[in-house]
């Protein structure tokens, strides 16, 4: 059996975060992220100088990490963060401890004794900020401002700088001067990212690809009609008017900017969201890359469903998924490969809750089963496995930022006879492409279509307000008078509004706190060409898109519930529960494979709590497939319900305390189509107003496989005998 070709894939971006007009960049990711993730995954790869794989750096990421280490650029958290710690007014207050907290709360405000404390203090959802404002003293001020920044430090980082681990270790009470000299570390670590990359590329051990210059949805710039390819019914812009001039403007950019800053052009690159069609073929061929990547979904309907997965998950044709493609048009060719998304979703969704070495080696394991099913079907040609995500969101779920997992992952990968590491185009030019899609169906990586960036009323408006404002430009373009210099600033704000970040937040697929800032800034843009032009903005610029509230993740109950615990299906015992659909919680990142849990329903008698577990199979059948469901509480802490199978072969419920098993906790349960619990509040020592909050987890060999919500947990607060009379009169 030849070894495997394990192409890792690294998709590197954040949305473009500054006004250009004003200078002011209004959010901290590009700054924070490269001080964890671009330059700890740089590091992780020059620890196993053997092991290649393939990284994606979106033009407009690289532009903004250039403003900060050449151009002295800065962004509002950095500012406050520089203030001396008894020079803030009170709305510098008031922004540092609503947005200074803005960190996985487990893993990286919870290690950490005094950011911790921090967090108490803050008291988020019981007290306002003007409430806890004068209860901070210079030093919790000045603790909060060091501590925001240091988390988001890469462990690398300490490992190499004895002054830094040293300055973490102290973990309170710092000077101002000390404050400064970490920012100034910040930057150092920023200014290193390119060269490393550049170094990575220049080895030979990493292949550089790009993206659109602002991460635009390639096919709906084509042409917006191209959704209805998956989505037959979905809502386009009354004006629909084709923006392919901009789609090529966006691809050469991406493609000279990487050869400008990297000293060679690039072989590949990543659609925005691996958003592909066969209108976007000869464009992107003619710019000079030579293949691209998308979902296997893509596949699946491009063959009409030759290559495909069963209702259970498993391939149709496994063979011809592990292998590039070569698309054409015209006289131009591409080859295509297609991630196997359920291996991509392990790392970004799962492996988080395993213990590291574990999840390594079953995703390596996984890898070479997928080698050995493929191997005598694949014409002596070696499987190749493409497994392809983001590079930084999901690293903050794991207990130390995935340290020890890409360790594993990376260290074992090369000792493996059966799995060679490889860069997409040492692949693709070993083993090109023989089989051929004779049209590329329309659709991105996330369910095969474009529903996330047009699919819903808000996303339609956004369009609409863009069309607008891009028409207004092309019409006073063609009037003349407007200045090289002015023109160009004026297209490049149409250029930044065109990115998929914007659509990403709009309608109801995502949601964050920062909503409202993400459609001010995509507004801003548009406003901006006005402004170029000296032109007033129509007015409608000037209200939010979106619904700006943001989104909870799930609903509350109305009434007390009276639910008879047998684990059958039954819709009016329930009717008044609250209710989380399961899904992606995630706002900048979207799991593809589903899970086993579809919904939680929960409720409340006076004196019991309810909870209904759905599930995609009956629930009997579905919890064989794992050795234990547990419902975890963070309030109360310390409390878990655990569901397993017993050696008469029945399934047992019990409450646990510390990993002791609550005797006569009263626990009802029901497993048959649905999973019912009764949990009595009094086991768990709570009373009425108790804030209660909890999430579902299910364990296999040891390790978690899925929880729900995927982050985050259900919350309400344990009711007084008056809950219906005060939900009645609201």
């Known amino acids: 059996m030849q070894p495997v070709s394990l192409a890792i894939f690294w998709h590197q971006h954040q949305p473009y975060y500054t006004d250009d007009l004003t200078g002011e960049t209004i959010m901290p990711w590009v700054r924070l992220h490269g001080t964890k993730d ?40 950095l500012d406050v963060s520089r203030l001396p710690a008894d020079g803030l007014n009170q709305a510098d207050g008031h922004f540092l401890l609503d947005n200074f907290f803005m960190a996985n709360v487990d ?89 490393l990359h550049k170094e990575l590329s220049d080895s030979g051990q990493v292949e550089l690809t790009t993206t659109p210059f602002f991460h635009p949805i390639l096919p709906l710039l084509w042409d917006k009609r191209s959704a209805r390819e998956a989505m037959p019914d979905c809502p386009l812009p009354q004006h629909g008017e084709s923006y392919r001039e901009d789609a090529i403007e966006q691809i050469d950019r991406g493609v000279q900017f990487h050869t400008e800053l990297f000293g060679k052009p690039p072989a590949g690159m990543w659609p925005s969201e691996g958003s592909v069609s066969q209108d976007i073929v000869e464009p992107v061929s003619a710019s000079g890359i030579e293949w691209i990547a998308t979902d296997e979904e893509i596949l699946a309907h491009s063959t009409d469903g030759w290559v495909s997965r069963d209702g259970q998950g498993h391939l149709r044709n496994p063979e011809m998924l592990f292998r590039p493609w070569k698309v054409e048009s015209s006289d131009h060719e591409l080859q295509i490969v297609f991630r196997d998304h359920a291996l991509s979703d392990l790392i970004g969704f799962h492996y988080q809750r395993s213990d590291p070495e574990h999840a390594a080696h079953d995703m390596l394991g996984r890898i070479e089963g997928i080698g050995r099913a493929v191997d005598p079907k694949n014409a002596g040609r070696p499987a190749l496995v493409p497994v392809i995500l983001d590079g930084e969101n999901c690293w903050e779920y794991y207990p130390d930022g995935g340290v020890a997992f890409l360790r594993s992952l990376y260290q074992e990968a090369v000792k493996r006879p059966a799995i060679r590491p490889v860069r997409m185009i040492d692949h693709l030019t070993e083993f090109p492409a023989t089989d051929r899609i004779g049209r590329l169906f329309a659709g991105s990586w996330i369910s095969h279509n474009f529903a996330i960036w047009i699919g819903h009323d808000e996303d339609v408006r956004a369009w609409e307000a863009l069309q607008e404002t891009r028409n207004f430009l092309v019409e006073r373009q063609r009037a003349g008078g407007i200045d090289v210099t002015t023109l160009k600033q004026a297209w490049e704000e149409i250029y930044i509004a065109e990115g998929s970040d914007w659509y990403w937040w709009f309608g109801d697929d995502h949601s964050s706190e920062l909503d409202a800032e993400f459609d001010k800034l995509f507004r801003q843009h548009l406003k901006n060409v006005y402004k170029l032009l000296r032109e007033p903005h129509p007015v409608e610029l000037d209200q939010p898109i979106a619904h700006v509230e943001q989104r909870a993740i799930h609903t509350q109950p109305t009434s007390f519930l009276n639910a008879n615990i047998n684990g059958h299906r039954t819709f009016f015992e329930w009717i008044n529960a609250g209710r989380f659909d399961a899904g992606s919680q995630r706002g900048t990142m979207t799991m593809v494979t589903r899970g086993a849990v579809t919904a939680l329903l929960f409720g409340f008698t006076e004196k019991t709590m309810l909870l209904r577990i759905d599930t995609r199979h009956p629930a009997f059948q579905e919890l064989l497939e794992y050795d234990e469901l547990r419902v975890r509480f963070v309030h109360p802490e310390r409390y878990e319900v655990r569901l397993k199978e017993d050696r008469n ?82």
């Not at 151009?71 to 958290?77: E, F, L, V």
């Not at 973990?171 to 400064?180: A, C, I, R």
């Not at 626990?667 to 709570?686: K, S, T």
């Open 107 to 195: 893993n990286m405000i919870r290690p950490f004794p005094r950011y911790h404390e921090l967090y108490t203090k803050r008291a988020f959802g019981t007290q306002k900020v003007q409430q806890v404002l004068p209860r901070f003293t210079e030093r919790d001020i000045r603790d909060l401002q060091v501590w925001n920044n240091l988390t988001w430090f890469h462990e690398f980082a300490f490992q190499q700088d004895s002054d830094l681990a040293e300055f973490r270790r102290k973990g309170h009470g710092w000077t101002e001067d000390e404050k400064q000299w970490l920012l100034e570390k910040q930057l150092d670590i920023l200014r290193q990212i390119i060269p």
């Open 649 to 730: 072969k029945q399934i047992v419920a019990t409450l646990h305390k510390n990993g002791t098993t609550v005797v006569d906790a009263g626990l009802e349960h029901g497993v048959d189509q649905i999973v019912e619990l009764a949990i009595p509040f009094a086991a768990m020592e709570l009373q009425q107003g108790d804030p209660v909050s909890y999430f579902v987890e299910l364990f296999r060999n040891k390790q978690s496989a899925e929880r729900a919500p995927s982050e985050g947990e259900i919350q309400f607060k344990v009711p007084s005998r008056d809950f219906e009379r005060i939900m009645w009169q609201a």
């Open 38 to 77: 671009y330059y700890g995954m740089a590091l992780h790869l020059k620890e196993v100088p053997e092991f290649r794989c393939t990284i994606n750096l979106v033009p407009s990421l690289l532009t903004q990490i250039l403003a900060y280490t050449d151009k002295d650029g800065s962004d509002r958290h």
